[in-house]
């Protein structure tokens, strides 16, 4: 778990966020109402200056989708997003592009991400071409010092991305996230396509940066394992929504909504004394082009009740910082005399 002190001062707010896709009418068979994935359906957190913050989930999710909203790749439906306490949800072209130097990206394919055309040199040289950074003269340099912060030899400028390995292919990807001097980074499965001991390279090089330039970071991962390493908070997300939400330590340990009981007993164990009984899950997730009412996890979780079916919970507190949404937490009267609360 990440043990750094985290600046009190906070850098990003995400206000009921949704993002909706339409979809034609011609997919779904004929005529009729359109219809919306609903891919982000309300998702409000904040991140503070030099912290982590880890989005996981099932593969789609919403996670990968939330983080380009946030860049602005892609144009939320609804919501507000601010960055140091200014609202950017529709900053215009020539804000954004200001904007972009504070926010970067690592994606997840480190090879799909660089130009196959460009050496290692013209990528890293090229944002700082754009944004007229430094005197031109000395860009050189300034790559050759992108190039030594991740570990990388200077004769790698003159290669193309084909030549390295996918370990060096991602610090090249970081090394170009790195260029403008963001505050924050949205790592998209930085690790996921890499060897294990690689992995380990990696993230211990992001942890490194992070305590040198007080970077923030919104981790998207489906590694638990990563999760816990990198971490200072968890939101867990299931079918566009958060579900549950707190310190890193805290949700291994008191885990409270069944959606990330199952997540986290689904960790493989290499002691077989160890291993956890998973939670079982009924069938796959739901469609987010016609998610269900109520609860959306309540067609697979195994303590669904009559008014999960029917209304959507709220937040309720655990213990500081930590939150879930699921109606086993209401501890009110009228809770406890329903039966809702399991003994």
């Known amino acids: 778990m990440n043990t750094r002190a985290v600046n009190s001062e906070m850098l990003l707010e995400v206000l009921d966020l949704r993002k909706h896709f339409p979809v034609a009418r011609r997919l779904l068979g004929g005529a009729g109402s359109r219809k919306m994935v609903r891919a982000v359906d ?40 601010r960055f140091r306490g200014e609202d950017i949800t529709h900053a215009p072209a020539g804000r954004l592009r200001e904007l972009r130097r504070r926010i970067q990206i690592i994606f997840q394919d480190p090879y799909a991400s660089l130009n196959p055309r ?28 992108l190039l030594s912060r991740v ?45 294990l001991s690689v992995q380990a ?29 990198f971490s200072d908070r968890v939101a867990v997300m299931y079918l566009g929504r958060i579900v549950e939400m707190a ?42 082009l016609d998610p269900p009412a109520g609860c959306h996890f309540h067609p697979r979780c195994p303590h669904a009740m009559p008014r999960c079916r029917e209304h959507s919970p709220p937040h309720y507190d655990v213990a500081a910082g930590h939150y879930a949404s699921c109606f086993l937490l209401d501890q009110t009267p009228a809770a406890a005399a329903a039966g809702g609360i399991p003994g």
């Open 201 to 229: 390279q990696i993230l211990n090089l992001l942890a490194r940066l992070q305590q040198e330039y007080g970077l923030s970071f919104l981790l998207i991962s489906h590694d638990l394992g990563v999760v816990r390493h």
């Open 118 to 145: 460009m050496t290692i040199g013209q990528i890293l040289r090229e944002p700082l071409d754009i944004y007229n950074e430094g005197p031109s003269a000395q860009r050189s340099r300034m790559v050759t010092d």
């Open 247 to 288: 310190p890193t330590e805290e949700l291994f340990v008191n885990p409270r909504h069944p959606y990330t009981q199952a997540l986290l007993a689904s960790i493989p164990q290499p002691d077989p004394r160890l291993r956890a009984d998973p939670l079982p899950l009924a069938g796959e997730p739901p469609s987010p």
């Open 42 to 81: 309300g998702v409000s957190f904040s991140l503070r200056r030099g912290e982590t913050l880890a989005l996981v989930g099932e593969s789609g999710c919403g996670k990968s989708t939330l983080g380009r909203c946030i860049l602005r790749l892609l144009e939320p439906t609804q919501g507000e997003i």
């Open 151 to 195: 570990g990388l030899a200077p004769r790698y400028s003159h290669t193309y991305p084909h030549q390295l390995s996918g370990g060096q292919r991602q610090r090249v990807g970081i090394a170009a996230a790195l260029a403008l001097e963001p505050e924050l980074i949205v790592a998209d499965e930085p690790v996921s396509a890499l060897d």
